[in-house]
């Protein structure tokens, strides 16, 4: 068993990972999608009106949502990110399309000089899962939400990452009930990252635990439609022969 990793350095493995992997990630798991090969925004209808709000997305990234919600007729936007390479691609593409955002470079789980309960949107597509202290997390989630305010986020399905593909069959590699964070060592081209395992259930507790009311909690249904030609290889890692056994997405709405 490796030894604990402590939470500081668990952010810098990570923060060093996703400055070298930002590329590979450019404009995906961004609005209207909310997950690879699952249900978008166009079939869910999650999102309130967002007509004039103000909106926070956790995890921005290249900034692909925002510049979605802006197109939508959003008022305010603000983006966070602890990639600083995730935020200057982010900050092309605004200024590319004309969108007028505030992007700040942080970790999740610290507020960097957000404006608390004033939000009617934080959003969050395959971030949320990173964090280091999902508590802590959520707590300043609730911090910032405005009377109403809705709080949605998407991640990888818990299940999803329990099976392997191997020898022509899918087994389940690891327990389902193991939250432990572990190290990949090569995942991001070359740089390792921590993964951090955690039940449907962690999620859920979480969320009512930091105050927020759960609306829905989504599983997302297969998309087959949206699938590259690679996803027909069972060993791609989203690939339809292992979403058709595990969902790849869920997906949570939540209101403060």
Known sequence: MQDPIEQNEMLQINQEAWDNIAPRFYGKEALPAYGPLTSTEDELHLLDDVQGKRILEIGCGSGH??????????????????????LEAAARLHQELGVHSHLLCS??????????????????????????????????????????????????????????????HFLVHRSY???????????????????????????????????????????????????????????QWYSLPRAQLIPTTMILKARY
Not at 71 to 82: I, K, P, S
Not at 180 to 195: C, E
Not at 198 to 209: D, G, L, P
């Open 107 to 168: 970790p999740m789980e610290e507020n960097p000089g957000l404006p608390e309960h004033s939000f009617d949107l934080v959003l969050s597509l395959y971030a949320l899962g990173w964090t280091v202290d999902l508590p802590r997390t959520l707590s300043l989630v609730a911090s910032y939400l405005a009377p109403g305010g809705c709080f949605l986020f998407s991640w990888e399905h818990p299940v999803y990452r329990c099976l392997t593909y191997r020898d022509g």
């Open 177 to 235: 009930h193991d939250e432990t964070p572990y190290i990949s060592p090569h995942w991001a081209d070359g740089k390792p990252i921590v993964f951090h395992p955690r039940k449907i259930s962690t999620y859920v507790n979480a969320v009512i635990t930091a105050g927020l009311s759960i609306e829905r909690l989504i599983e997302g249904d297969l998309r087959p439609e949206q699938a590259p030609a690679t996803a027909a290889s069972p060993e």
């Open 65 to 86: 949502s925002l510049a979605y919600l802006a197109n939508q007729g959003a008022g305010e936007l603000w983006g966070l990110d602890m990639s600083s390479v995730q």
